[in-house]
Structures are given as C-alpha cells and as structure tokens.
C-alpha cells in the first residue's frame, strides 16, 4: 500500500527490477553507460550471457550469476546484486570471477578448437553492488568504489585476467547525502 500511495519507492536491488530497468534487450544503452562510467572505458554490450547455474568444485556450493553480458572487446561483465554483505565478500567475489572466467575458458575453446590460445581468454569483470555491506568497506567509508586487479611486487606486467569492481551503496548514501551529485557516475 505504501508503494501505492508514494509512501515508499520500489526496492531498486530486487532482481527483478533491477534486471528490468538495466535490461540489455530493452534497455542496453542503460548497462552500457553505467558499465563504461564504472570501467572508466567506452562500452559496447555484444550479448548476454544465459545466467547458467554451476556447482563449484564438488561441493554443493551453487552459484547463480545476476547478470552476465559479454562486452565487445570480448571480455565478460559479471553484475552481481547483494542485499546483505556475507561475512567473507573476498572470497565469495573470487569464487564468482573464476566461475566466470572458467564458463569463458569453456566456451572459447569448445568455439576455436585447434586454434585456441589462452590470448583468446579476455578479462572478466567481477561487479558487485552491495545494498548492504560488511565491515570491511565500513574502515574505509570515503569510499564507496573499490577496484582490485591482480599486480606483481616486482612490477612485472602479465595480463591476469580478473578485475574486480565492488560498490557499497550504503556507504555512497551516506557519502552523498546532503551533497551535490558532481559526476554522471554519482547520478546513477
């Protein structure tokens, strides 16, 4: 009833609607700019990826991707929504990447064949919204985008493949509450 009457607003983070409102069949132009503000990098969605279901390893640990769209420079864009942050998000954001990352290794090579290289794997973006997030990003409340990419202490520069990319939307509430949007990227 209070949705109705205006009392409350519609819960965005819902799958649902938030599958709805950046949906890449009816609405590609939204995912794309907010993954190419994200990324900071012009981005082009080529298709999106069945939302397959895997069990990692043998356990019986499933995993269900929320949003899985391939870019057009071949890499892979994993959108993940959490509405409470898990006790260990590190952990369960590197189970998703290699989930990811694995399910490209899988289809690139089933598609080259003889001719697959691993140059033919390209990076895989891990994106998590958190609606609430754990402790950890509560030390570092001036922040509100974390970006991780694996980097050698030698500085060697190999291509790792995995990027991660998580947003604690509370603390970007409170980081812009009472405060003048500055950027598109704060717009969203």
Known sequence: MDFCTGARGVKMLYDSFFKEIFSSEYHPERLEEILSLILK???????????????????????????LVELDDGSLANIEIQKIGYAFPGQRVACYSADTLLRQYKRVKSERKNKFTYRDIKTVYTIVFFEKSTQEFH???EHYIHKSKQVFDTML?????????????????ENMHNKIIDSELEAY
Do not use: G, H, W
Not at 47 to 59: T, Y
Not at 157 to 162: F, G, M, N
């Open 157 to 173: 520069q190999l291509e790792t493949l995995q990027e991660y990319i998580l947003i604690p939307l509370d603390i970007f509430k």
């Open 139 to 141: 030390l570092l409340k």
């Open 41 to 67: 990098r012009k981005v082009r969605i080529c298709q999106v990826l069945p939302n397959d279901s895997v069990r990692i390893a043998d356990e019986q640990s499933l995993l269900i991707t929320d949003m």
